[in-house]
């Protein structure tokens, strides 16, 4: 079942990044009503990009909090 979590995990952290930066290109491209750009006009679409960007670090956090990197006790002898 680690497995399956881990691969839920990593799809889950793609289509959050792949989310996140359309909706930061929807808010960089904005415009208002009369075609004129604002980016003002389309801060729900920054919020949104936000959003995604933090569902996408809670699953990269999610990966590594769930595979520690043990370091083993490396004996050396003569």
Do not use: C
Not at 26 to 46: K, Q
Not at 53 to 69: M, N, Q
Request: proline fraction near 4%.
């Amino acid at each position: 079942m680690k497995s399956l979590s881990d691969v839920f995990a990593w799809v889950v952290g793609g289509l959050a990044t792949v989310f996140a930066v359309w909706q930061l290109f929807l808010f960089l491209s904005a415009r208002d009503p009369n075609n004129v750009p604002d980016i003002m006009y389309g801060v729900t679409h920054l919020w949104w990009a936000i959003a995604g960007a933090i569902v996408a670090i809670a699953s990269v956090v999610f990966l590594f909090v769930r595979h520690p990197r043990i370091q083993e006790e490396i004996h050396v002898t003569k």
